[in-house]
């Protein structure tokens, strides 16, 4: 393949210093890395103002703090208009608060989303709670890899409409809405919007699921990465391992 | 108050006394069991009258053993907790000080208080002054975020107490901002200063105050400095009430208001600690000779920074807290400063603590600049950890680590690291792991 015919990916990287509570800033290294082992450049624009839209392939929004979400759904409008130019959002964590009708809050004022996902999100009680444990999903069965592992912070408990896609099964941790444990449904697909609950980072401990959401955009990319995701699959063996002993 | 308390207090007093005279230490034992039989003894047991509060994410346990240290150098008698920083750790500290009569022996209470626990501690022991250190990202599974542990800080605060708030760190700073009776301490640009991040993945953070994006111009540690919002304009207080115009490790000084005072622990952080104990001493009236002779003699508790010689090479340790990523970039920035080749073991281990799940995290070294390792003269990585060794390694092949530098070993047993430690032939080895792994890893070294 020679340069002209190599693909790019244009990536939106959402307030990358404003949604950056749990190691994000991994995904946007682990695409970089993709691009380099599958031949395709990444171009990465760091969006901080939602003006002025930006055609891109991929919009990437880190896990953020629920003050933070209130004070970017404030200017929902600009966002929502940012956003049409994008032909895939992907969403980390509790940042789906963001794109659900509204977000109910303890002891804060609760909050409109961008309505993108037809979903309404409950902050969860933050006295003595536990957030976090480890998270295996299955994303992608009947594939050579149909798993992804990580970590989960949940702090929202969201509902989404009857009908709306699930991301994943959960295999280990909390599903959507914090109500059922190692069972029920992670994230949404819905429209262009993907969202999971998974981090670690997700696309750092899962490079197969940042795969085959790039070759959702760009199409088939040849390539054997099996034996550079060596490291990445011995951790997941590990973790199975872990969570099989828990 | 209740019969209750009272038996309760007495079993502690009781389970301080036998322990002592069978000379074991563990002075948590009897206030776990005080606590247990019952909660309210706190409020039972009497309180010197001047209490003060250190809390914060990082530096507590050293701002208290140097308050407590200064303040003893000043004549006072002084009550204060060497173990844990939550309820039943307090009443250990405070069934110490205090007489089979229940009354206090001490002047001061000098209390390190878990942020989490301060809505639970401040309704029963009020305290006249609180020094808060810094807020930063600490266990998200439990402390969700920065805001989070901020709110738990700021609800607890009254106007009749005196804050002396760290100017550089921007959560405490805008807690010090909606209050009167504040001091602020901070310092200045100096030799030691890093400049922010500025490659393709740089990240800052958000205001405190209105959320927007807010820029370091300079850091002193990682996530403190001199600061500015870009939205709101909040920013750091350019000269603050207490400021140290520098440091100098290799000579073991810091210097406040023109004096060199003795900071034997040589890493940048504790540079804060002892200008928030010097900030406080001030306050109450103690002179510079007192604070600087308190300082000269502090010992600070063990396992903070240490050197250990063994089979012909040193081992370094180098500390952090699980799942607070700063106190990771800071172990890194030490290690960085050696220029000597040498191994590093990083043994970032599965995620303990006492609220949640044991859990395979890293996410939060990706927080860190892993970077400023890929160039710092190490020959080899040992990334050691059950479960989490293969995501150590890889965090630092993102870093630009080459991969046959890397050596991974999923164990996290203490007895086989330091096997690995002995048989290291480079002179210089950075353990790079939390307190009690390292304690498990130094016990097992001294039993071989």
């Given amino acids: ?246 | 108050m209740s019969a209750r308390d009272a038996f309760a207090f007495l079993v502690g007093k009781a389970a301080l006394t036998g322990l002592r005279a069978i000379g074991r230490p563990g002075y948590h034992i009897p206030g776990a069991l005080a606590y247990r039989i019952s909660p309210s003894v706190l409020q039972y047991i009497r309180k010197p009258a001047e209490v003060v509060f250190i809390t914060g994410t990082n530096g507590k346990s050293t701002t208290t053993s140097l308050v407590q240290q200064v303040l003893a150098a000043s004549g006072k008698k002084v009550a204060y907790n060497t173990e844990s920083n939550n309820q039943p750790g307090i009443v250990a500290s405070l069934l110490r000080y205090t007489s089979v009569f229940n009354r206090s022996k001490a002047d001061v209470l000098v209390l390190e208080v878990a942020e989490e626990a301060l809505s639970k501690i401040v309704p029963v022991i009020h305290p006249q002054h609180l020094l808060l250190t810094n807020v930063q990202k600490d266990v998200p599974q439990v402390n969700q975020s920065p805001n989070y542990i901020r709110d738990r800080i700021s609800e607890i605060i009254t106007a009749d107490m005196a804050l002396i708030v760290n100017n550089d760190d921007p959560d405490v700073s805008s807690i010090g901002a909606k209050w009167q009776n504040v001091r602020s301490y901070g310092i200045a640009r100096n030799p030691y200063t890093l400049e922010p991040e500025t490659g393709r993945y740089a990240i800052a953070r958000p205001c405190p105050v209105c959320s927007g994006k807010l820029v370091f111009d300079s850091l002193n540690m990682p996530s403190i400095g001199r600061f500015h919002c870009t939205k709101c304009g909040f920013a750091s207080k350019p000269v603050p009430d207490y400021q140290a115009d520098g440091f100098d490790l290799e000579a073991g000084t810091i210097t406040i208001g023109g004096r060199d005072f003795p900071m034997h622990y040589k890493a940048a952080h504790f540079a804060y600690d002892y200008l928030l104990a010097y900030a406080y001493a001030t306050e109450l009236g103690i002179s510079a000779e007192v604070i600087a002779r308190a300082f000269d003699s502090f010992v600070n508790i063990q396992g903070r920074l240490e050197d250990i010689a063994t089979a012909g090479k040193t081992v370094h340790y180098a500390r952090f807290k699980q799942e607070t990523p700063d106190t990771l970039a800071l172990a890194i920035e030490n290690i960085r400063r050696d220029p000597k080749p040498k191994t590093v073991i990083a043994a970032l281990n599965i995620v303990e603590n006492a609220w949640g799940p044991a859990t395979a995290n890293t996410a939060y070294g990706f927080d860190v600049d892993f970077s400023r390792l890929a160039d710092a003269n190490v020959e080899k990585f040992l990334c050691v950890g059950h479960v989490v060794a293969y995501d150590t390694a890889n965090i630092l092949r993102y870093a630009g680590v080459p991969r046959e530098k890397l050596v991974v070993l999923d164990t996290d047993d203490p007895a086989e690291i330091a096997k690995l430690l002995r048989a290291e032939t480079s002179k210089d080895v950075y353990l790079l792991t939390w307190l009690h792994h390292y304690q498990d890893i130094r016990k097992a070294m001294s039993n071989e």
Avoid: C
């Fill in chain 1, 1 to 246: 393949m020679n340069d002209t015919a190599r693909p790019t990916l244009t990536v939106n990287w959402m307030f990358p210093d404003q949604l950056w509570l749990n190691g994000d800033r991994g995904n946007l290294m682990a695409l970089d890395r993709l691009g380099e082992q599958l031949g395709f450049d990444v171009v990465l624009n760091r969006i901080e103002d939602v003006s002025q839209p930006i055609p891109a392939d991929l919009a990437v929004f880190g896990s953020g703090d629920l003050d933070v979400l209130t004070a970017l759904a404030a200017d929902g409008e600009a966002l929502r208009s940012f956003l049409a130019s994008v032909r895939r959002i992907v969403v980390f964590g509790t940042t789906i608060a963001l794109f659900t009708r509204t977000t109910a809050r303890v002891t804060h004022p609760g909050f409109n989303g961008l309505g993108l996902l037809p979903a309404d999100a409950v902050e969860r009680p933050t006295d003595g709670h536990v957030y976090g444990d480890d998270f295996l999903i299955e994303y992608a069965p009947g594939t050579a890899h149909p798993v992804a592992a990580g970590i989960y912070v949940k702090t929202i408990a969201v509902t989404t409409d009857a009908g709306v896609e699930p991301f994943a099964k959960v295999l280990f941790g909390l599903d959507n809405t914090a109500k059922l444990t190692n069972t029920g449904f992670d994230g949404a697909r819905h429209d262009k919007l993907v969202w999971t609950n998974l981090l670690g980072p997700a696309f750092v401990r899962n490079p197969w699921l940042a795969r085959s959401l790039v070759e959702e955009l760009l199409g088939p990319l040849p390539g054997d990465l099996e034996g550079e995701w060596d490291l990445e699959k011995a951790s997941l063996d590990a973790v199975r391992k872990f969570i099989a002993a828990k």
